[in-house]
């Protein structure tokens, strides 16, 4: 009889805070032979605080093809593996999918485990109203590349959801405020940690409060961005809010004023009058 294939746990470990395990990763970490740690002297401390005896192996951005036929031979030999990253879900702008993609291809049972990942973490304090988000993951380091990649996603929707390094932080927000102009900026920070924050303003405000002190610049950011303001479909409310506007009336103003005079949202007008202005 051939022994069945086992299979590849992915489990999220915490962001920050330990007691974000759930007991179903704290079982399956105890319980697998093998655990693949993007680092393995970084997760040491976890498994040896479970208890853990399994071996490990290393699954990094470097390995990832070699650390995939290694997996796959483990499972094929019965012997079940935990995938971990440093923090939060693998796969999810960490080392993981070309392990999850060459054990499905192998015909391997993949058994993913729900957990701490710091983007839906941030979105469920994040207040933003938008139905739909946009997850994006790090942006291009390279202010040109960065920009441009910004202004493709200018027109969308949808919130966006960034991750982004202390270094860096303040220039990415800078660019945000230049492209997305007055939409809203949450800056949520050490997820989880000792100095959790999570501010929320509009862009321009929300880069001062970020530059005023340095401090704020320090730790692990999710920037997540409101998405961009429906048009108004009601062609009378624009209509009369581009007179209003042509007229000199200050923004706010011409869309209340707009708004009154033709039915349509007051939101929405003022929203499109920021944008009209832009333009
Ligand atoms: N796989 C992880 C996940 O599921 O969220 C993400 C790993 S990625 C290499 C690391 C980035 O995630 C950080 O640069 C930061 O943008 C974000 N991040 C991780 N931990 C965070 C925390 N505690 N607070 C805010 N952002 C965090």
Known sequence: MTKEYAALYVVPTPLGNLADLTRRAEEILRSVPWVAAEDTRHSGPLLKQLGSQ?????????????????????????????????????????????????????????????????ATTALSASGLLDEHFLFYGFLPAKGGQRRQALEELRPHPYALVFYEAPHRVLETVA???????????????????????????????????????????????VLLVSGAPAAVDDGEGERVLKLLLGEGLPVKQAAKLAAAISGAAKNALYERALALKKE
């Open 175 to 221: 660019d945000l405020a230049t492209v997305f102009g007055e939409r809203t900026l949450v800056i949520a920070r050490e997820l989880t940690k000792l100095f959790e924050s999570i501010h929320s303003g509009p862009l321009p405000e929300a880069l001062a409060w970020l530059r005023e002190d340095a401090n704020r610049q320090r730790g692990e950011f």
């Open 54 to 118: 399994a071996r490990t192996l290393p699954a990094h951005q470097h390995n990832e093809h070699e650390a995939a036929e290694r997996i796959v031979a483990k499972l094929r030999a019965g012997e079940a593996v935990a995938l971990i990253s440093d923090a939060g879900t693998p796969g999810i702008s960490d080392p993981g999918a070309r392990v999850v993609a060459a054990v499905r291809a192998a015909g391997c049972p993949v058994v993913p485990l729900p957990g701490a990942c710091a």
